[in-house]
C-alpha cells in the first residue's frame, strides 16, 4: 500500500493557532483470472468479480479524541466474471462515504456496507482463504458457465443489501462482541451481530444478521458460526434466507467447510446447497498462496448440480495484486 502523508498547519497570518494531522492512503487491486477445463468451452481470462480490481482512498483525520475517516472506492472491471457478456466494462463506486469513530464506536454516513453485509460469507471469514474456496470464487465461475452455457447454473447465497447509501452505527468491541446496524434510502433496515474471540486452542468466529425490507418481499436471515485451531485446521458452518414474496416459500442455503493452513498455503473444500427443497449443490476445491504481502495466487475447481438435472463445472487459477 502506497501511503501520502499529509501535514497540515492553519495559521492564517498567525492568529489561528490550530494544527491538525491528517493521513491520506492510496491503495487498490488487480485481480485476473483464467477459467478453463470442465464444462467451460474455450479458455477465458476474466476480471474476479468476487474479489475485482479496484483503486482506493482512504483518509483520516485526528480531531481530539475522535478520529474522522473517508472511504472513497471504485471497481473497475475489463470482462467481469460474474453475469455479464463477453467483452464487458463495467466501473462502479463501491464507496464514498464518511465518519467518526472513537470510544463510542463508529458512526458512518453514505454510501458503503450495510450493516449485515458480509455476514453470509462466514466460510472466507473462518478459513481465511478469500479466493480459493467458499463463496467469491463462485462469483468467478458461475458468470463464465452462464455465458458458456444454455443451462443455468441456480446457486446463489443470500448476504446483507450490500453497499448503499445509508447510515450505520458499530459498537466498539464488547469482549469480542461488535453490534451493528443500518438504514438505507428506500427504507431498508440491516441489524447484524458479529463475534471473534480466542477459545481454547484456537478462534471462535459467529455472525448472524437480518436485512429487512419495506414490503418484506426480500427479507434476509444469516447465520454462521466456524472454529480454527492454531495448528491451522478450520471448519465452519452457514445458513441464510430469504422471502422471495410476501406469503411465498422461503429460499434457503446452507454450506458447510473445512479448511486448512499450511504456511503460507491456505487449503479449503466447501459444500452448499440451495431452493426451497435443497435442489441445486455446489461443490468446491480451492488454494491459496499468499506469496507475499502484496501477491495472491489461487485456483481450484467448481461443480454445479441443477435441479434440473444439469451439471456443470470448471477449474480457475489467477492471481491478485494489490497495493
Known amino acids: 500500500m502506497g501511503k501520502l502523508k499529509i501535514v497540515i498547519a492553519a495559521a492564517a497570518a498567525g492568529l489561528l493557532p490550530l494544527s491538525a494531522n491528517a493521513d491520506l492512503s492510496l491503495s487498490g487491486q488487480v485481480s485476473p483470472v483464467l ?30 479524541g475522535i478520529t474522522v475517516f473517508t472511504r472513497y472506492e471504485i471497481q473497475i472491471q475489463e470482462n467481469q466474471s460474474f453475469g455479464a457478456l463477453d467483452g464487458s466494462e463495467s466501473i462502479d463506486t463501491r464507496y464514498a ?16 456496507d450495510g ?31 452462464n455465458r458458456d452455457n444454455a443451462a443455468n447454473v441456480a446457486y446463489t447465497y443470500y448476504d446483507g443489501f450490500s453497499r448503499n447509501s445509508r447510515i450505520r452505527y458499530d ?17 431498508r433496515s440491516e441489524l447484524a451481530a458479529r463475534f471473534k474471540r480466542g477459545i481454547g486452542p484456537g478462534k471462535l468466529t459467529a455472525v448472524a444478521g437480518f436485512a429487512n425490507t419495506e414490503t418484506g418481499a426480500g427479507d434476509r436471515t444469516m447465520l454462521g458460526i466456524g472454529y480454527k485451531f492454531k495448528f491451522g485446521l478450520s471448519g465452519y458452518y452457514s445458513f441464510t434466507s430469504q422471502q422471495a414474496a410476501i406469503e411465498a416459500n422461503e429460499t434457503e442455503q446452507f454450506q458447510v467447510g473445512l479448511g486448512y493452513a499450511i504456511g503460507k498455503l ?22 491459496e498462496y499468499k506469496a507475499t504481502k502484496q501477491v495472491d495466487i489461487y485456483g481450484g475447481v467448481q461443480n454445479f448440480d441443477n435441479g434440473d438435472g444439469a451439471s456443470l463445472s470448471a477449474t480457475y487459477a489467477g492471481f491478485r495484486y494489490k497495493y
Open 35 to 64: 477459467l478453463f477445463g470442465g464444462d467451460v468451452e474455450n479458455p477465458e481470462i476474466a476480471d474476479n468479480t468476487g474479489t475485482g480490481s479496484r483503486i482506493r482512498l482512504r483518509g483520516n483525520h485526528k480531531l481530539g
Open 97 to 112: 462515504e464518511v465518519g467518526f469513530k472513537g470510544k463510542f464506536g463508529s458512526f458512518s454516513l453514505g454510501k458503503g
Open 115 to 145: 450493516a449485515a453485509n458480509g455476514t453470509g460469507e462466514v466460510s472466507y471469514q473462518v478459513t481465511g482463504n478469500i479466493l480459493g474456496g467458499g463463496h467469491l470464487p463462485f462469483f468467478a465461475v458461475r458468470g463464465v458457465l
Open 171 to 187: 459498537t466498539p468491541s464488547l469482549g469480542g462482541l461488535k453490534l451493528s446496524a443500518s438504514l438505507t434510502n428506500g427504507e
Open 266 to 287: 491456505n487449503l479449503s473444500v466447501d459444500f452448499g446447497e440451495h431452493g426451497i427443497d435443497g435442489e441445486n449443490e455446489f461443490m468446491g476445491f480451492g488454494a
